[in-house]
């Protein structure tokens, strides 16, 4: 089932691939949750299949857990639909990370509580002047922000030590450019950074902190190319083109 937050629409949305059409009753297992009535603006399912999601109420922004206890997370003063968390990611024990404008959040299911890491952030060379568009945990529990135009922040999830690479970094720590579209994580634990703007990419190296491929043409487009960065998808059979795999 992919379900998606309504937004102004209110509630939660399923969508059915076969008929392809958006649904506005959920499968039975989720129709607990009380969100019908929510300006639903992001949705995001547990590895322990849990639910939690973000709502806004006028300006003001919360994320809302399975008991219904909303936790408020911040204000805008904007009109409209505006708050949408662009990022979430779960680290090993659960916890979940939410990225938003230059904000990071950690809710903690076990104790059903939000904790504010922004200030965390903010003792890098690049102070608070980013946008948090993506967020990957690899499997050293070390946290990974895509931010816009400001690079990469790296750090371990349990020190307040941050790594930053980027256009102004010298060395194994230089990206040729500054705006970060995306982060896919690789089993060999190196990463793919993508741009935007750009079809081009680097590929770095989480556990030795350096750069490996500093740039590249990421085309999904060709096979041959993904098979050498993705070897472990070369073992799949399917009867769609290998690049149909792949986020374009």
Same mark, same amino acid.
Do not use: C, W
């Given at each position: 089932?992919?379900?998606?937050?309504?937004?102004?629409?209110?509630?939660?949305?399923?969508?059915?691939?076969?008929?392809? &059409?958006l649904k506005r009753k959920l499968p039975p297992f989720y129709q607990l949750f009380k969100w019908k009535d929510e300006t639903v603006t992001s949705i995001y399912r547990t590895k322990k299949d849990r639910l939690v999601c973000c709502i806004q109420e006028g300006n003001k922004f919360s994320l809302v857990? $399975? &008991?219904?206890?909303?936790?408020?997370?911040?204000?805008r003063a904007i009109t409209g639909t505006s708050f949408f968390i662009e990022s979430i990611a779960e680290d090993e024990q659960g916890d979940i990370l939410l990225g938003y404008g230059n /904000?990071?959040? $950690?809710? /903690?299911?076990?104790?059903?509580?939000?904790?504010?890491?922004?200030?965390?952030l903010y003792n890098t060379s690049i102070g608070d002047n980013f946008i948090i568009k993506s967020t990957c945990i690899d499997n050293f529990s070390n946290l990974w922000?895509?931010?816009? $135009?400001?690079?990469?922040?790296? &750090?371990? =999830? /349990?020190?307040?030590l941050f790594l930053n690479f980027g256009i102004t970094k010298q060395g194994n720590f230089n990206l040729p450019y500054s705006s970060v579209y995306s982060i896919i994580k690789k089993p060999d634990e190196t990463i793919i950074v993508r741009y935007f703007g750009t079809q081009m990419a680097s590929v770095i190296d989480v556990a030795n902190k350096k750069i490996v491929t500093r740039e590249f043409k990421f085309n999904p487009l060709d096979?041959? =190319? =993904?098979?050498?960065?993705?070897p472990q998808f070369?073992?799949?059979?399917?009867?769609?083109?290998?690049?149909?795999?792949f986020d374009p």
């Open positions: 089932n992919v379900l998606i937050g309504a937004g102004n629409q209110k509630g939660v949305l399923s969508f059915d691939p076969v008929s392809i &059409t857990s $399975e &008991t219904g206890k909303k936790h408020f997370l911040s204000d /904000r990071l959040f $950690e809710y /903690r299911p076990d104790i059903d509580s939000v904790i504010d890491l922004s200030r965390n922000l895509g931010l816009y $135009e400001a690079g990469i922040l790296k &750090t371990s =999830m /349990r020190k307040s096979s041959g =190319m =993904m098979k050498t960065l993705f070369s073992q799949v059979i399917s009867l769609k083109p290998f690049y149909q795999l």
